[in-house]
């Protein structure tokens, strides 16, 4: 295990001053070779963040989970490695699906939900945010 990583402020590359790409493996394997993601079950970096798209990259151990809460809009998931179960409860009632790499989940509405890593997992999340 690597205890330093030289994480860069963007690690994103811009072309043209209008597009922005990102090698995700790479950014992935750094975040899963942090401190941070060992000592506390996950990590994340977030790519891109203005008034209206947050776009963040989550990594989690097997076994860890990401407790009940809210994203600040509608958002995608998309699996990048492993596989989770993300339970969505509405109303008290619990709703959950199977996630695992190359799968894209879509939530209209920032409900309550939870995450839990079935393996060692990665994915995308993109928030729509209001503009302000």
Known sequence: METTI???DRTGHFLHDVLE?????EVTDWLQNE???HDKGHNALTLVKNTT???????IQKD?????????????LTMLRGRITFT?????DNISTELSQGQLLVMGEPLLHEVV????S????????KAK
């Open 6 to 8: 030289n994480r860069p």
């Open 21 to 25: 790409i990102f090698k995700l493996d």
């Open 35 to 37: 401190v941070e993601y």
């Open 53 to 59: 798209l947050s776009t963040v990259l989550v990594c």
């Open 64 to 76: 860890q989970r990401l407790p009940e809460h809210h994203a600040p809009g509608p958002f995608t």
């Open 88 to 92: 969505l409860e509405p109303h008290g």
């Open 117 to 120: 890593a079935l393996e060692e």
């Open 122 to 129: 990665a994915f995308l999340l993109t928030i729509a945010l």
